[in-house]
């Protein structure tokens, strides 16, 4: 398993959808995995929601809410194109059936995935890497069917681009985004247009086992723990990191873990990273 996909809560689950092969140990076949809780602590793991099929591997997206109806957007590849696609399920996630018009955005490129969409002003928006362009783009839906470019979002940062996450946090917005085997952020504005940063990015953890980060909503946020340059030398090959609660002090992400009611909760050190000049506070949780 790898990155986490289409974190939606739906009647009372938070919904855990991940790249995943499940024919073998090794990258391939790659399908949407799934996984429930009602407490982001206790998960029962569902058979395979999105698999792969027809020739077309299902890499990594989103999903939202329409109604009762859960749709799925994520990236579709057949050999090496890489195009959005739409995915529908009514029974809460369990089975998805493929959007007959796929796909749904398609710019003929090799490097353009994982799409992360959003509600906003009565539409949807959508978060887009052109990853190897080191750029960002965004689109907007009425009916997340036809999709309009909006703006794109680059930064002197170097690395493959991939999985954004932006969304609102404390009445600011806050764009992640995973480079190669770092995850950074910035802190800004999102005008319904373009996102603009007001500080330099950051790392979202320093640890090297933590990847592909996304949000429930952007309050809750859970990554792959694994790291690219490794990830296929060991037996046991990739978790899930303990999910973080998000808040911002200032202009800094910080993250308290969900790790139930055995933790202290107003933090008892802090540590102070300096990173390229920028300062990261994070909190030190203990038993």
């Not at 995935?113 to 080191?134: I, T």
């Not at 996102?195 to 592909?212: C, K, M, Q």
Request: charge should be negative; aromatic fraction near 12%.
């Amino acid at each position: 398993m790898n990155d986490p996909n289409g974190l939606v809560r739906h009647a009372g689950e938070y919904h855990l959808f991940y790249q995943h092969n499940p024919f073998g140990d090794a990258w391939g076949h790659m399908s949407w995995g799934h996984a429930v809780s009602r407490d982001l602590l206790a998960w029962e793991e569902l058979p395979v929601a999105i698999p792969e099929a027809g020739g077309e591997m299902v890499f990594s997206g989103s999903a939202v809410m329409g109604g009762e109806r859960m749709v799925a957007i994520y990236t579709g590849v057949r050999g090496e194109r890489q195009v959005q696609c739409l995915a529908f399920s009514d029974d809460r996630g369990r089975t998805f059936t493929r959007y007959a018009g796929n796909p749904v955005l398609d710019i003929g490129s090799t490097d353009f995935r994982d799409p992360k969409v959003f509600a906003h002003d009565g539409g949807w928006v959508m978060a887009v890497a052109l990853s190897l362009e080191h750029t960002i783009r965004l689109y907007r839906s009425e009916d997340l069917v036809a999709w309009t470019p909006l703006s794109d979002f680059t930064w002197p940062v170097e690395g493959a681009w991939e999985c954004p996450d932006l969304f609102a946090l404390d009445g600011r917005w806050v764009l992640i985004v995973s480079v190669q085997t770092h995850v950074y952020y910035w802190v800004g504005d999102f005008d319904g247009q373009r996102f603009t940063a007001s500080t330099e990015p950051r790392l979202v953890d320093h640890g090297p086992d933590f990847y592909a980060a996304q949000t429930w909503d952007g309050r809750f946020l859970i990554a792959w723990m694994n790291h690219w340059e490794y990830a296929r030398g060991r037996e046991c090959r990739s978790f899930m990191t303990v999910p973080r609660e998000l808040s911002l002090r200032g202009d800094a992400l910080i993250q308290r873990p969900v790790c139930g009611g055995d933790v202290v909760r107003d933090g008892e050190l802090e540590e102070v990273f300096e990173d390229g000049g920028a300062r990261t506070i994070s909190t030190v949780w203990r038993r």
